[in-house]
């Protein structure tokens, strides 16, 4: 092998191979780039012939294009530099002398195809190397999805000032990548479309040549924010929001203890609309005040999806019986650690819906009250809220399903009394309340209205002591009660056959010491 590389380097075939994958690795940027410019200098004369250029427009993928054009070319000479590298030899004479020294054919031909090889790899990765530097000027207006995935060569890259998307995990892989510098304006920066996972690693970044720092400032004239683009910004710790931002369209997932300072009043922020959560954890200031407690605008209809996920410094939240409020959105008090209370007065008429895991998470909240108006439930809703001690419902509940993962893991829930009308138990609702020992409904008992009672809705609920079959009851899902290993007594309203110790019926009777067979009393 050395004698192979040596006879490469004396003979200039190497220096050759290294200056023309250069030339070609130039090539590919530069003819991408200056076509628009060399078609317009030939408009006129073609015009004279009858020909008509239109617009002629470049991007990110012109230039690939235009390298992968140019490989075969770089092939065919690579091939034709070397295509003398076993007859050369042979007339010198060199070859039979080292063949009839007892070298075998196969270890001279696989030394050849490693020097091959290896010339034409490094060839190749010089003219990549050049063929990335110059891709992103402000001709492009689109960088694809993958564009530039995996490019682990690429250190510095710049995104010319009129680029309008970048597609998703354009940068991802690029793990030598230490800068990327916006050509673009702060303003222009938030109407850049960011596709998911845009880029996979944290580097120095710079806009309008103003390099990011640990803050955020939205300018005044920005309504709609996507926060997507500081993705590859490490250690961000304060946001700026102006008053007039209407659409959160993406944010900061992954960063935890942002200090957010909102121009308007906490009103207008519950008005936002917010396509994710702000960010993983987060302070928020309106007009200068930090948000502790919040006496809800009766005025308010809704709580945006995502308005205060995360919010660290929330500690209570309070609704009078007299607010207009129809809905609390999807998460939107999810993972507030601090929260305590929420008073949703049961005499509240107009609110009909709490949305999914609008409070997930909120491990210091102990009591909540679920007015009577309120007909739905989101899956999640309460999950997590191990501090939880007592659910009211409100007298003529209209509510007719507990929905999955509703109460599921509220470890310190020990009694709840449920909603006549609710016929349906969700999946894993109770699951994991290790000391809930009553679940009742209210009127009559065994007169109420549930059907069915979802797989492992109750299951693990270690301390519950007691349960009653309404007479309508049918459904079992898959270990309703399985390790309800305290569940002695099971009253039986219905027509179903109970066996103690079966596991059937989703393990309903299968601790049981006494099943109490019972009739609606009139």
């Excluded at 130039?26 to 012939?49: N, R």
């Excluded at 196969?106 to 530097?133: M, P, Q």
């Excluded at 909540?368 to 001690?389: E, N, T």
Aim: aromatic share 12%.
């Amino acid at each position: 092998m050395r004698k192979e590389y040596m006879e490469a380097t004396r003979t200039g075939k190497i220096m050759i191979i290294i200056l023309l994958f250069v030339l070609f690795g130039i090539m590919s940027p530069a003819v991408a780039k200056l076509t628009p410019w060399m078609m317009k200098m030939l408009s006129d004369s073609m015009a004279e012939s009858g020909l008509i250029v239109t617009n002629v427009q470049v991007d990110a993928l012109t230039s690939w294009t235009q390298f992968f054009k140019n490989i075969p070319i770089a092939l065919i000479a690579f091939v034709l530099i070397f295509s003398d590298i076993f007859t050369k030899e042979y007339k010198s004479g060199t070859l039979l002398l080292v063949l009839t020294k007892g070298l075998s054919r196969y270890k001279v031909v696989l030394a050849k195809t490693v020097l091959l090889l290896s010339i034409w790899t490094v060839g190749y990765e010089i003219c990549f190397n050049y063929s990335i530097e110059f891709v992103v000027g402000d001709e492009v207006e689109e960088i694809g999805d993958y564009a530039f995935y995996g490019c682990t060569i690429m250190q510095t890259v710049t995104i010319g000032k009129n680029v309008k998307s970048i597609g998703s995990r354009a940068f991802s892989g690029c793990t030598n990548a230490t800068q990327i510098n916006f050509a673009c304006t702060m303003e222009q920066l938030f109407d850049i479309v960011f596709g998911d996972s845009w880029i996979s690693r944290t580097i120095a970044m710079t806009v309008g040549g103003e390099s990011i720092g640990n803050s955020i400032e939205v300018p005044a004239s920005v309504a709609e924010v996507r926060l997507d683009a500081f993705d590859c910004v490490s250690g961000i710790t304060k946001i700026v929001l102006p008053a007039d931002v209407v659409k959160i369209l993406s944010g900061l997932n992954q960063t935890e203890g942002v200090s957010v300072y909102y121009g308007g009043t906490i009103g207008q922020w519950m008005q936002i609309e917010f396509a994710e959560p702000l960010a993983k954890s987060f302070t928020l200031y309106c007009q200068g005040t930090l948000v502790e407690e919040i006496d809800v605008p009766d005025t308010l209809l809704s709580v945006s999806d995502y308005a205060f996920y995360g919010c660290d410094g929330l500690k209570s939240v309070i609704f009078s019986e007299n607010s207009a409020l129809q809905s609390i959105g999807i998460s939107a008090f999810e993972n507030c650690a601090n929260l305590t209370t929420v008073t949703l007065p049961v005499g509240m008429s107009q609110l009909t819906e709490i949305k999914s895991r609008a409070f997930f998470d909120c491990t210091a909240l102990t009591e909540v009250q679920i007015p009577s108006s309120v007909v739905s439930l989101g899956d999640y809703v309460f999950r997590g809220c191990s501090s939880l001690q007592t659910v009211i419902f409100g007298a003529e509940s209209r509510l007719t399903a507990i929905p999955d993962y509703a109460f599921n893991r509220c470890t310190s829930l020990t009694q709840i009394e449920l909603p006549f009308g609710v016929t349906s138990i969700g999946r894993f609702a109770f699951y994991g309340d290790s000391l809930l020992a009553s679940v009742t409904f209210s009127g009559n008992e065994g007169a109420n209205a549930l059907t069915t009672i979802g797989a492992s809705a109750f299951e693990d609920c270690a301390q519950l002591t007691s349960f009653v079959l309404s007479e309508s009851m049918a459904n079992f899902g898959t270990d309703a009660f399985k390790g309800c290993y305290s569940l002695a007594t099971v009253y039986n309203y219905s027509s179903l056959i109970l066996v103690k110790g079966s596991s059937s019926y989703g393990y309903i009777a299968c601790y049981a010491k006494e099943i109490v067979e019972k009739e609606i009393a009139v």
